[in-house]
Nanobody, 130 residues
Framework: QVQLVESGGGSVEVGGSLVLACAAS????????MAWFRQAPGLERELVAS???????????SVEGRFTISRDSSRGNAETTVYLQMNSLKPEDTAKYYC????????????????????WGQGTQVTVSS
């Protein structure tokens, strides 16, 4: 059973940086599609960035050039960590950020909506103030 725990959220001023981490335990040998989503009050949950089993990444247009998703599986033992490096933060980046995992084919990793991801972390709040 895969479990996800996020960390690294907080408050930062416009233009600042944060790194979010998602520690995944029970990570299967055949890998997973991993992604970061965010949800602001009153808005739909949206995909921020995804990384598939081969390490191919995809960013939402709104964060392209500012955010970077990466994965570290060096510890082995069915553990992996997915990071979201966030630079040049803007007030509109303020949201609760969620790590998610899905076992579907990599061809869908960058396109499926949040409804198809079956494992979720508890979320971490990011607040960007001007």
């Amino acid at each position: 059973q895969v479990q996800l725990v996020e960390s690294g959220g907080g408050s930062v001023e416009v233009g600042g940086s944060l790194v979010l981490a998602c520690a995944a335990s029970g990570y299967p040998r055949n890998g997973l599609c991993m992604a970061w989503f965010r949800q602001a009050p009153g808005l739909e949950r949206e995909l921020v960035a995804s990384i598939d089993r081969d390490g191919n990444t995809n960013n939402a247009d709104s964060v392209e050039g500012r955010f970077t998703i990466s994965r570290d599986s060096s510890r082995g033992n069915a553990e992996t960590t997915v990071y979201l490096q966030m630079n040049s933060l803007k007030p509109e980046d303020t949201a609760k950020y969620y790590c998610a995992a899905g076992s579907f084919s990599d061809r869908y990793c960058s396109t499926l909506s949040w409804h198809y991801f079956t494992v979720w972390g508890q979320g971490t709040q990011v607040t960007v103030s001007s």
